[in-house]
């Protein structure tokens, strides 16, 4: 392994496109990222201790309810989307194929599992890499009739797990979670005039408004934090699943099949929508970039459009 | 008002950039190295027919200046009206170069004569080992190319896949179509 790693960081110097490198820009962002959440927490706390607010109690349960709802996540998300693990028998081209994956890339082979609906998706969860889970729907499973296509997906979903993307985006949500409850807390506090014994008699109900627009701005922005680090993650993990599979316009296709973006590409002839001269007009750019910053997935345009500059530089 | 309307009434139809449609004469090498496909020596252009006595006397022109270059550029040309009513002027030649220089000429006098309105677009056919055809389309109003496979089924469908893979090709070097909503395909090729 180690051999193999030196060789690839040598070739890396040379002329290894950037995408194939390892990924710093994953661990710098993810360093500045929780550097953030956690300046934003201290600043959170010292105004909390400036007004004197008992918030010990508070943090430690929001913590340990986030903790508690990581180590049960597989358990919790196989429950809630209604996947089934899955065996070799019953699945044995899947089971290949998930094992062709990890042993190429000297990865711990995850449970398998299956939802069945004809929703096209996929996920990843699991506390760590060795009692990760990858569920892929059925519904995927018709969609994706390319075998590499589907390759592709879960080798984005290996990714996920090879980076530990439920691990860091449960952390990251503790902030959020903590700031969530002293919300709701500081907004009771406030309703009942602090009559629960916290904070300082005198002036108790500017310190609580105090509290609540501090909360309501820890947690927007830690909200809006969570998921640039999601969306960062998930330009990462189609990196990853490129460099696994060694095709990136394979998941590319995926993509673009499951979003029911394949329309994307139009099949209306040029000569019959030439008339409509006004279409040329509207810019490239379409979506909101409002919309951008709320979700947790980048556009996925972006994504195939990353995906393809990494074909190009391969080819 | 005519004065709002001169600023706002800008005109999209941009000349016939034969910089970007020469940008092909070095791109197609790139295309056959890495993906195999080779240029078939075919390509077209296609605009709208119109009737009028200086639509025919640019279509003379055209076809004059074709004749004169047979030698010259070692081109053949023929002509085709579509069912949508488009007119084509298909070129085969050996080299791309002249393939290129043809349909910039073309283009140029199309332009010349006020119509450059008309012109539609540039298809440049290209086969892969099996022999399927893949094109390069150039849109003369958005003066950007990009790819088009039709599966052959008849049902058309294409192939983005290969698409896709032709346009991560020649990203660098041609000016291509970034929004895929407006790669429309041209179907039933007269190529």
């Not at chain 1, 070739?11 to 710093?24: A, F, G, I």
């Not at chain 1, 996929?122 to 969609?143: H, I, N, P, Y």
């Not at chain 1, 980076?163 to 506090?189: C, E, K, P």
């Not at chain 2, 002509?79 to 910039?104: N, V």
Request: charged fraction near 20%; hydrophobic fraction near 45%; charge should be positive.
């Amino acid at each position: 392994m180690v051999t193999v790693q030196l060789v690839l960081q040598l070739s890396s110097v040379s002329r290894t496109p950037s995408w194939q490198r390892r990924d710093n820009g994953l661990t710098i962002r993810m360093i500045l990222s929780f550097a953030i959440l956690a300046l934003l927490y201290a600043v959170f706390l010292s105004v909390l201790a400036y007004i004197g607010f008992d918030f010990i109690a508070i943090t430690i349960i929001a913590s340990l309810m986030v903790l508690a709802q990581w180590y049960f996540s597989d358990k919790i998300v196989l429950w809630s989307s209604g996947a089934k693990i899955v065996t070799r028998d019953q699945f044995p081209k899947l089971h290949d194929m998930v094992e062709r994956i990890v042993s190429r890339n000297n990865l711990p082979k995850p449970k398998i599992a299956v939802i069945n609906t004809k929703m096209p998706n996929a996920f990843a969860t699991g506390k760590g890499r060795k009692s990760a889970v990858v569920a892929v729907t059925t519904g995927l499973m018709e969609l994706l009739s390319d075998p590499e296509e589907l390759e592709g997906v879960i080798a984005h979903e290996l990714t996920h797990i090879r980076n530990r993307d439920v691990l860091v985006l449960t952390l990251a949500s503790i902030f959020a979670t903590v700031a969530w409850y002293l919300m709701q807390f500081g907004f009771y506090g406030g309703l009942y005039g602090g009559g629960m014994g916290y904070g300082r008699d005198r002036n108790n109900g500017g310190t609580m408004i105090i509290v609540i627009v501090v909360a309501v701005l820890v947690w927007i922005i830690s909200f809006l934090i969570i998921r640039a680090i999601a969306r960062y993650r998930e330009f990462s993990a189609d990196r990853g699943s490129a460099q696994m599979t060694g095709k990136p316009v394979k998941l590319a296709n995926a993509l673009m099949k499951i979003s029911g973006n394949m329309r994307q590409v139009p099949t209306k002839d040029l000569r019959q929508v030439e008339g409509l001269n006004a279409f040329f007009i509207i810019p490239a750019i379409s979506g909101s970039t409002i919309g951008n910053l709320f979700s947790t997935h980048p556009p996925v345009e972006k994504r195939v459009e990353k995906l393809m500059e990494m074909e190009a530089s391969m080819s | 008002m005519r004065f709002f309307g001169k600023f706002i009434k800008k005109d999209y139809n941009a000349k016939t950039d034969s910089d970007a449609l020469f940008s092909l004469s070095s791109a197609y090498l790139t295309i056959e190295s890495k993906i195999g496909l080779k240029n078939s020596g075919r390509c077209a252009l296609s605009m709208k027919n119109i009737s009028g006595m200086y639509f025919n006397e640019m279509k003379e022109d055209i076809k004059r200046f074709l004749d004169i270059s047979k030698t010259d550029f070692e081109l053949s040309y023929r002509t085709h009206t579509d069912l949508y009513g488009y007119l084509w002027i298909i070129l085969e030649g050996k080299r791309m170069e002249d393939l290129l220089a043809g349909i910039s000429a073309v283009g140029d006098t199309v332009d010349e004569k006020g119509f450059s309105n008309q012109l539609l677009a540039a298809i440049f056919e290209f086969t892969n080992d099996k022999n399927k055809k893949q094109y390069l389309i150039y849109n003369y109003k958005r003066n950007t190319f990009y790819p088009f496979v039709p599966l052959e089924s008849g049902q058309k469908s294409r192939n983005t896949e290969e698409e896709m893979k032709m346009m991560a090709t020649i990203v660098d070097e041609v000016p291509l179509e970034r929004d895929m909503t407006l790669w429309y395909p041209l179907w039933d090729l007269p190529l």
